[in-house]
């Protein structure tokens, strides 16, 4: 297995155990490979949740530009509610389980066919 592999089943695990989900592997690897580069690094690789600018970037760049949604309150509500549901305690909120969070939340499960 590859590096992407190991991160792949990580965050399938995060899935299961954090956030109670059964994860759609096909999509979640769609995802990751969406995620580019950014998994790769320590930094990018996770979401501030306690940042604001972060959140913003999560809202202008995946929401609205990768997934196509018009912006309105609604997006950012979504966010706090995959934040919600990963847990505020977990310190680590990993880029690519709130992306395929949000993804199936939206029902834009296409973006990726």
Known sequence: MGK???LIAKYADDLKAKCKMTPDLDLLSKVVIGCGPAIYSA??????????????????????????????????????????????????????????????HFGKESVYK
């Open 4 to 6: 992407r592999d190991d």
């Open 43 to 104: 930094d990018s690789e996770t979401v501030a949740a306690s940042q604001s600018a972060e959140l913003e970037l999560v809202r202008k760049n995946f929401l609205v530009k990768k997934l196509g949604l018009k912006d309105g309150p609604e997006l950012m509500a979504a966010i706090n509610a995959v934040m919600e549901t990963y847990g505020k305690s977990e310190r680590n909120k990993y880029r690519a389980v709130v992306y395929y969070m949000l993804t199936k």
